[in-house]
């Protein structure tokens, strides 16, 4: 389970610093983690509405946060 926290924490920190980023930079991004170990975090922030997954067309995805103006999902601030 651990492993998955740590994957979704990078998630988040790349989407903090980008707001909006492209699936393939997310993986790129995370080079200790798999492109699979990284989709695995996104599907499951996505399925508990933390994050968006938006299909670009040419099976191209963007993630994004749900809500950009209020408050991001911090899992910094939660407790383990």
């Known amino acids: 389970m651990a492993q ?3 994957a979704e924490d990078q998630v988040i920190d790349i989407l903090h610093r980008a707001h909006v980023c492209d699936l ?6 995370c080079p200790d983690l798999t492109w699979n170990q990284v989709f695995l975090a996104i599907d499951r922030m996505s399925r508990s509405g933390e994050i968006r997954l938006v299909p670009r067309g040419g099976g191209t995805y963007m993630v994004t946060f749900l809500d ?3 408050n991001q ?4 601030a939660l407790p383990s």
């Open 24 to 29: 393939e930079e997310v993986t790129r991004q």
């Open 68 to 70: 950009r103006q209020g």
């Open 4 to 6: 998955h926290t740590i």
């Open 73 to 76: 999902p911090d899992r910094r």
